[in-house]
T-cell receptor, first 112, second 111 residues
Framework: QKEVEQNSGPLSVPEGAIASLNCTYSDRGSQSFFWYRQYSGKSPELIMFIYSNGDKEDGRFTAQLNKASQYVSLLIRDSQPSDSATYLC????????????FGKGTRLSVIA | NAGVTQTPKFRILKIGQSMTLQCTQDMNHNYMYWYRQDPGMGLKLIYYSVGAGITDKGEVPNGYNVSRSTTEDFPLRLELAAPSQTSVYFCASCGVSNEQFFGPGTRLTVL
């Protein structure tokens, strides 16, 4: 069974702080990794994806991948109340357009 | 581009009724997916399709059927609805980097 694990939270951070969201996966052969944001009652929307070890930055978001330790994280700098949502980690265990395996998500609350 | 659209937004079914959830995408994506999401849970894959005429089962296919006659459309059929099928259903299509774009969802209640 291919698994993607996330702490369900809630993770509470003050406005302006860095929020750190973590995800571990069980399949060492996993190829690509995705972070989605889901507001309550809405559909998931893609934040960013990462394929290679290291960091990838996009605006206030940084994805970090460590394949040796089988974890991927998402950092949100200068957190805003509008960042309050559930963040889903998803993993593609094979190359190409194969189905993603999703974690259950971490609920983030940014306190003003 | 409208992206991925789903109808209906909400539906209440009685036990044993059937219905079809519609999904259409205008991005010319070959890959499409159906997920269900129960409260506090992640997304579970029901069925997926790699192109017109080709479908395959996901993690939780029992009680559902799909078809893919065109690139744009990927309807999900529920036969003999059961309370266990109460959920939010999301359709998604897949871009070239395997990033998935989701529709707005259908909230289904079976009573």
């Amino acid at each position: 069974q291919k698994e993607v694990e996330q702490n369900s939270g809630p993770l509470s951070v003050p406005e302006g702080a860095i929020a750190s969201l973590n995800c571990t996966y069980s399949d060492r052969g996993s190829q690509s990794f995705f972070w989605y944001r889901q507001y309550s009652g809405k559909s998931p929307e893609l934040i960013m994806f990462i394929y290679s070890n290291g960091d990838k930055e996009d605006g206030r978001f940084t994805a970090q991948l460590n394949k040796a330790s089988q974890y991927v994280s998402l950092l949100i700098r200068d957190s805003q109340p509008s960042d309050s949502a559930t963040y889903l980690c998803a993993v593609n265990i094979r190359s190409g357009n194969t189905p993603l395996v999703f974690g259950k998500g971490t609920r983030l609350s940014v306190i003003a | 581009n409208a992206g991925v659209t789903q109808t209906p937004k909400f539906r209440i079914l009685k036990i044993g009724q059937s219905m079809t959830l519609q999904c259409t995408q205008d991005m010319n994506h070959n890959y499409m997916y159906w997920y269900r999401q129960d409260p506090g849970m992640g997304l579970k894959l029901i069925y997926y399709s790699v192109g017109a005429g080709i479908t395959d089962k996901g993690e939780v296919p029992n009680g559902y059927n799909v078809s893919r006659s065109t690139t744009e459309d990927f309807p999900l059929r529920l036969e003999l609805a059961a309370p266990s099928q109460t959920s939010v259903y999301f359709c998604a299509s897949c871009g070239v980097s395997n990033e998935q774009f989701f529709g707005p969802g259908t909230r289904l209640t079976v009573l």
